[in-house]
């Protein structure tokens, strides 16, 4: 009778509705942080939400109240050599997992649990996630942005309103700032289903890189934007983990538009084909 009785209280404990049931297990791996946003970031990449809040809300029960001591004792972001920032480990990796957080609710169309997640980056503005392509970039001011394009009413359906290949080219620039491969892939996409047959002809023009004058330049405007969204497509897979698609961005690129140039903000002209040719040896 006992067990009966037994029986029937683990029955009533199993579909109690105060139980809450974890339907999958996540393997938290050593539980570091910096495990954790990792895994968090697989996670995003794979478009699991369910996992990316396993693996960020981890990583913030364990390390928020060391990130929180970190960031009081900071009046400016960390400086010097990568040691000296990667020393604010838990400070760097809440802040990047409360990022991930928002980015996971921004594409699953929940833009309110995007903001608070995003707002939540803000209580460790000091932290710094470290890119793959050699730098350090800050979630705090990555998230004011995603804020800013939600409260905008902004959307993440490709925009070709300036369907011109610099529109294009620039839509695909700011797509890449934001992590958004795919919204890159449409631009770079659309720019390329335009403007490849006068950036081909272009480019068979030419024996060597223009160099005349900054007006002669850009008067190889197809094949600088075309060649440039190709380096933008290529990094943009390098950095989501695609080395396999980032070596046929960069490939077409260096075989296809070679002599294409891509203006800087400071006042020169940079080839994305050279710049290709080096990251493709670093992915091989």
């Not at 570091?32 to 693996?55: F, G, H, M, P, R």
């Not at 928020?64 to 480990?89: S, T």
């Not at 070679?258 to 091989?284: I, M, S, T, V, Y």
Request: glycine share 6%.
């Amino acid at each position: 009778m006992r067990k009966v009785v037994l029986f029937i209280i683990l029955l009533g404990l199993i579909f109690s509705p105060a139980v809450t049931v974890t339907a999958q297990a996540y393997d938290f791996g050593n539980f570091q942080s910096q495990t954790l946003a990792a895994k968090a970031w697989q996670a995003l990449e794979k478009k699991d939400i369910e996992a990316v809040l396993a693996y960020t809300n981890k990583c913030i029960e364990l390390y928020a109240d060391k990130a929180k001591e970190m960031q009081a004792g900071l009046k400016a972001y960390p400086a010097g050599d990568n040691d000296e920032i990667f020393a604010y480990w838990a400070l760097n990796d809440v802040a990047t997992v409360y990022f991930i957080q928002g980015e996971a609710y921004r594409r699953a169309k929940m833009p309110e649990e995007a903001k608070k997640a995003y707002a939540k980056t803000q209580e460790y503005s000091f932290g710094q996630c470290w890119d793959t392509g050699g730098w350090f970039w800050k979630p705090a001011e990555a998230a004011k942005e995603k804020l800013a394009r939600i409260e905008s009413g902004a959307t993440d359906e490709a925009d070709f309103s300036d369907n011109s290949s610099s529109g294009l080219t620039a839509k695909a620039w700011q797509a890449f700032k934001e992590n958004d491969l795919d919204l890159v892939k449409k631009y770079v996409g659309k720019c390329l289903e335009l403007y490849e047959g006068k950036a081909k002809e272009m480019q068979a023009s030419l024996d060597a890189y223009a160099w005349e004058s900054k007006d002669k330049v850009f008067s190889y405007w197809a094949l600088n934007d075309v060649g440039t969204s190709l380096y933008i497509l290529g990094k943009a897979y390098e950095d989501a983990g695609k080395a396999e698609e980032a070596n046929k961005s960069y490939e077409r690129l260096v075989k296809e538009f070679k002599f294409a140039q891509c203006w800087d903000p400071g006042g020169w002209f940079w080839k994305p084909a050279e710049d290709a040719e080096k990251r493709l040896q670093k992915l091989n």
